[in-house]
């Protein structure tokens, strides 16, 4: 029996993991309000199975005798997370019979928050502007998290019953048309899920059973029980909804947040559990599916198989990548920006995906970090921006109000031209300038003040200095929608061009579409601030000449015929200019690089059929 409330046609069946009661009541409230006693069965479990209860139908659980509780696998609020679940009908008409997934050469991941991508916050308003991602290039969306969480306004990392979708962006049925409309268009749909912690408000998942232990602690509190009494019964609880997302929501994988902050000291991790299932769970639907792991450890075992002592993952996101980046196009070396800064990190990160490989880091004093030598490239996705990036800092700045249009180029470049797979943020590729704050909308006046004490707090290792704006305020969560109207004006409608040049060339050129660190080479001069990414593959070969000085500088290409592609500086991207021909003949050939600017080219085969010769070192490491 699955647990939760399942919907059998003429009657409901209701499952409950509740091993601390001797005695659970399930209090109906349709069709006519009574209470049935649930049968106790082995290891906690109580079930029952009522007829007449229909979807729409709404109750709740007693435990000994105590107050009414919501289901912690409930699959739907009815009201708020204090009020009753609700019986639903899983029934859905799918239309993507033939989807199977997509390998991960083609995914070209667009991270979107429901509630502040559009103007009305729901899936379905959502439907309506994936034609445009589509046309842009973008290939799978990854959704934050749906969880029902408390109120209307919430990053989704607040979520309290993992099971339920949030009431106010659709509901289930609105998340499946979601999904269905993305296979219909060719795209994958990646669901970010929750499972290192619940919310404080409406989190009552401790009155069941051992959810949670002191043994371990998390910045939320009591950590989730992976590895005590009882964590068979609690990690069967959170594969479950994984499959849940996987099996009856047609997603195509997982984002699983914070890993790190998932205990676990266990022969058999959960994380590997985890990945199993859902890979096994791929396996027997005919489609490939995905689990891609949050972590700030830098550790690889996240990916490495089972065999190789690791968890299996498929993929994690590469914070590395993106501080490197950041800390470059900003200047910024507060807080973890301290360990960044150089171009050489950024050149670490093309070649590493990880800048720390077991080096010394001065934020952490210590070393931090294991190699990536037995990692594919395949593994990391990177980015120059997402919704922990933006939204964690003090005011919500994107990389648009923090640097100016050339250098926004740059960062595109440095994503979209990488070994990896990229992943844009929402509105990233028009330079939305709305920032991306952080927003509740929590009940408990305590709660409210401990959320803004927090937030204040957490910015004290950063050089920011002015009030962080309110969580709990409406307007705060409507600051931060989007302006899609943006994209069709001035230097944003450049912009997002740009953006869907570079990746139609990533997608045309097999140098530049092959995930693999292996085929490419990057230098890096922190003396000139240049950076060659040099790439081949099949005969194709490219290279990148990346320039982040404030003046103009000469660079040189190595020997050869090297064929301009784009160069970020062209008037046709709102630059001014620049000295790089449309062909570079001459060995060891030099041009002229605008400041904040890039040039791509792809090498001219001397002959018909001849491949591309073993690439020679491009010039010396800073």
């Known amino acids: 029996m699955r647990l939760g409330a399942t919907y059998l046609g003429n009657s409901s069946e209701f499952c409950v993991w509740a091993p601390r009661a001797a005695r659970v009541d399930l209090r109906l409230l349709e069709p006519s309000e009574h209470?049935?006693?649930?049968?106790?069965?082995?290891?906690?479990?109580?079930?029952?199975?009522?007829?007449?209860?229909?979807?729409?139908?709404?109750?709740?659980?007693?435990?000994?005798?105590?107050?009414?509780?919501p289901d912690p696998a409930s699959r739907r609020q009815a009201g708020d997370v204090h009020g009753p679940?609700?019986?639903?009908?899983?029934?859905?008409?799918?239309?993507?019979?033939?989807?199977?997934?997509?390998?991960?050469?083609?995914?070209?991941?667009?991270?979107?928050?429901?509630?502040?991508?559009?103007?009305?916050?729901?899936?379905?308003?959502?439907?309506?502007?994936?034609?445009?991602?589509?046309?842009?290039?973008?290939?799978?969306i990854e959704i934050m998290p749906v969880a029902q969480f408390p109120g209307a306004r919430n990053w989704g990392y607040d979520g309290v019953f993992?099971?339920?979708?949030?009431?106010?962006?659709?509901?289930?049925?609105?998340?499946k048309r979601l999904v269905d409309a993305c296979h219909a268009r060719g795209l994958a749909a990646i669901l970010d899920v929750v499972y290192n912690h619940l919310g404080p408000e409406g989190n009552y998942l401790r009155e069941f059973g051992?959810?949670?232990?002191?043994?371990?602690?998390?910045p939320w509190g009591e950590a989730v029980n992976f590895d005590g009494p009882g964590s068979d019964e609690v990690r069967g609880y959170f594969v479950e909804n994984a499959l849940q997302w996987v099996v009856d929501f047609h997603f195509d994988g997982i984002r699983v947040d914070a890993v790190h902050a998932i205990f676990d000291q266990s022969a058999?991790?959960?994380?590997?559990?985890?990945?199993d299932a859902v890979r096994d769970a791929g396996r027997r639907l005919g489609r490939r599916t995905y689990t891609i792991g949050e972590s700030d450890l830098n550790d690889v075992r996240l990916v490495l198989p089972a065999r190789e002592n690791g968890y299996g993952f498929d993929a994690q996101w590469g914070d590395d990548f993106h501080?490197?980046?950041?800390?470059?196009?900003?200047?910024?070396?507060?807080?973890?920006?301290?360990?960044?800064?150089?171009?050489?990190?950024?050149?670490?990160?093309?070649?590493?995906?990880?800048?720390?490989?077991?080096?010394?880091?001065?934020?952490?004093?210590?070393?931090?970090?294991?190699?990536?030598?037995?990692?594919?490239?395949?593994?990391?996705?990177?980015?120059?921006?997402?919704?922990?990036?933006?939204?964690?800092?003090?005011?919500?700045?994107?990389?648009?109000?923090?640097?100016?249009?050339?250098?926004?180029?740059?960062?595109?470049?440095?994503?979209?031209?990488?070994?990896?797979?990229?992943?844009?943020?929402?509105?990233?590729?028009?330079?939305?300038?709305?920032?991306?704050?952080?927003?509740?909308?929590?009940?408990?006046?305590?709660?409210?003040?401990?959320?803004?004490?927090?937030?204040?707090?957490?910015?004290?290792g950063f050089a920011w200095k002015?009030?962080?704006?309110?969580?709990?305020?409406?307007?705060?969560?409507?600051?931060?929608?989007?302006?899609?109207?943006?994209?069709?004006?001035?230097?944003?409608?450049?912009?997002?061009?740009?953006?869907?040049?570079?990746?139609?060339?990533?997608?045309?050129?097999?140098?530049?579409?092959l995930l693999s660190k292996s085929n490419l080479e990057a230098i890096a001069c922190d003396n000139s601030g240049l950076l060659w990414l040099r790439r081949w593959n099949m005969g194709d070969e490219a290279l990148a000449v990346f320039h982040f000085g404030d003046a103009e500088?000469?660079?040189?290409?190595?020997?050869?015929?090297?064929?301009?592609?784009?160069?970020?500086?062209?008037?046709?991207?709102?630059?001014?200019?620049?000295?790089?021909?449309?062909?570079?003949?001459e060995s060891e050939a030099h041009f002229s690089l605008a400041p904040a600017s890039f040039a791509l080219f792809s090498r001219e085969a001397e002959a018909p059929g001849s491949k591309a010769p073993a690439p020679e070192r491009l010039a010396p490491e800073a």
């Open 35 to 69: 209470v049935v006693r649930m049968e106790a069965g082995g290891g906690g479990y109580h079930y029952a199975v009522v007829p007449g209860v229909k979807p729409g139908c709404r109750y709740f659980y007693r435990l000994d005798g105590g107050p009414d509780r």
């Open 85 to 140: 679940s609700e019986v639903i009908d899983d029934e859905f008409s799918w239309t993507d019979e033939g989807w199977r997934g997509l390998p991960p050469e083609e995914l070209l991941i667009y991270e979107i928050h429901i509630g502040t991508f559009t103007p009305e916050g729901t899936f379905d308003a959502a439907i309506g502007r994936l034609d445009d991602l589509s046309e842009l290039g973008v290939t799978a």
């Open 162 to 175: 993992p099971f339920a979708v949030q009431n106010t962006y659709g509901g289930a049925a609105g998340l």
């Open 210 to 218: 051992p959810y949670f232990t002191n043994r371990h602690r998390t």
């Open 268 to 275: 058999n991790p959960f994380l590997r559990q985890l990945a």
């Open 323 to 460: 501080h490197a980046v950041h800390a470059q196009l900003t200047g910024e070396t507060s807080g973890y920006y301290q360990d960044f800064g150089p171009v050489s990190a950024i050149g670490k990160a093309m070649r590493d995906a990880f800048v720390y490989t077991g080096e010394y880091s001065g934020f952490r004093g210590r070393t931090h970090g294991s190699t990536t030598k037995r990692v594919c490239a395949s593994q990391f996705v990177v980015f120059a921006q997402n919704h922990d990036q933006v939204g964690n800092r003090m005011l919500g700045e994107r990389l648009s109000t923090l640097a100016p249009f050339e250098k926004l180029k740059l960062a595109a470049g440095l994503v979209l031209l990488s070994p990896y797979i990229p992943m844009l943020f929402m509105g990233e590729e028009y330079g939305e300038t709305a920032p991306f704050l952080y927003f509740v909308s929590h009940t408990d006046p305590a709660l409210i003040e401990a959320v803004r004490k927090g937030r204040r707090e957490e910015f004290a």
């Open 466 to 513: 002015s009030e962080p704006p309110d969580p709990e305020s409406e307007e705060t969560f409507l600051r931060s929608k989007l302006n899609h109207a943006l994209a069709g004006h001035g230097w944003h409608r450049l912009l997002r061009r740009f953006y869907a040049k570079l990746i139609r060339l990533r997608r045309s050129a097999p140098a530049l579409g």
């Open 553 to 585: 500088t000469q660079a040189a290409a190595p020997a050869g015929c090297w064929r301009k592609l784009l160069y970020s500086a062209d008037a046709e991207w709102g630059g001014k200019g620049g000295r790089v021909p449309g062909l570079v003949e």
